[in-house]
């Protein structure tokens, strides 16, 4: 992480400093949550649109804080610590990682995508620690705040990164990739996400391939070739000279396309085009994870990694939460994918959902967010979608999600339908069945917090070993 002088933090953000300042101090480290600060950092208050974080600098302080950047049109500064005033905390923190980044000797990865973008994040730094010290964006810190903390979290010795980098509305994808200035530039997908923030999924594409703009000359830029809109993006983009393509996918036009595949619940085996390559395995389910493991392969070579070195990388995969998780409680088998919540994503959990062998099958669907006035049709076109799959049971959450509710009913897709509210009440309804011999599925937008169902069966797994 960042360890630097107070000093320099204020000449390079231009600030003024004020309360108890020494010039030669250090910061190492920084903190956007008082509840989580390192010891001896510098918290940077955020003021967001119900919370603003310079009312919890006194708690920062108590944990252990250096020093505290402060918007200028804030009160009341603290006099105990060290105090850079600035004029937006947001653009200073952003200020500050663009510096650090730049002092750097790290070849970094950059990654945006609809869908797939945090488990080619997970995959690629677990091929590129074979042969690097690595480090990866944690948890979903890939907004125009979580980048440049990440960025500032690399550690100075640090020789890979990868970045993930989401998009809400127009320009951030624009706006991350010149700071972090990637050595390689992944596109997994495009599709219909935060499609509410724009006027149609062509603009997404023109978005998403902003991330060619801040990948360094040299450098290469990767993606989804069996995308055709990604393709006709391509063709209209005005991209760089000095930036090479390659693409990844099942047809054969790619750089590298995917020629066996095979899986169990212990995880995927897959053979690829390139014949240097022997049969790899991950711990993973899914057959996009394959394709999604194939942009990762094409990111490590450029980074100067033999086929041998990415097979025993692919064996180190650290896995974010929330994505797939097999979890046993009792006789009943969990498929726990709350992490979020779109048609792409729920066909293939849904695809996951059919290795899990069981007297009775259940599917838990929540609300799908971002879709303003499509919203019905996409979640109706979803439960109709489910008449190819075993569902014995389905079980909607939320107002929208009665959409999927009545496409199931209107295509006969499914078995047994009920609707809830709230996640607390499918909770108590799904209780039952932790001790007969079942499969759940539980599925939802990251807003829902469906991981709830789950850690609460778990629970009751407890007790009643207890």
Known sequence: MINIKIKEVAEVLNGLCTGKVDFDGYICGVSIDSRKVLKN???????????NGHSYVDDAIKNGVAATLWNMDETDPPADIAVILVDDTVKALQDLAFYYR??????????????????????????????????????????EIGVPYTLLSLDEDCEAAVIEMGMEKGGEIDFLTRLVQPDVGIITSVGLVHIDNFTSIDEIAREKLDIVNGIKDGGLFVHFGDDTLIEK??????????????????????????????????GITFRVSDERFEELHADMLGRHQALNAM?????????????????????????????????KINKCTVLNDCYKSNPVSIKAALEIFEMIEADRKIVVLGDMLGYREMSHDMHYNVGRGLAPHRIDELVTIGQEAKYIAQGAKDNSATGYIIEFDTKEEATEYLKKYINEDCGILIKGSRFLKLEYIANTLKALEVNHED
């Open 295 to 327: 942009a990762a392969i094409l990111a490590a070579e450029e980074l100067g990694m033999t086929p041998e070195e990415i097979r025993q990388g692919l064996l180190k995969i650290e896995k974010t939460g929330l994505r797939n998780e097999i979890i």
């Open 233 to 266: 993006t391509v063709k209209k983009a005005e991209i760089r000279d000095s930036i090479r393509r390659q693409t990844f996918g099942e047809s054969k036009g790619n750089s590298l396309y995917l020629t066996e595949f095979r899986e169990n619940l212990e």
């Open 41 to 51: 950092s510098l918290f940077v208050p955020i003021k967001g649109a119900t919370v």
């Open 102 to 143: 730049n002092s750097l000797n790290v070849k970094i990865v950059g990654i945006t995508g609809s869908n797939g973008k945090t488990s080619t994040k997970d995959i690629t730094a677990g091929i590129l620690s074979q042969k690097y010290k690595t480090q990866k964006t944690m948890g979903n810190y890939n907004t």
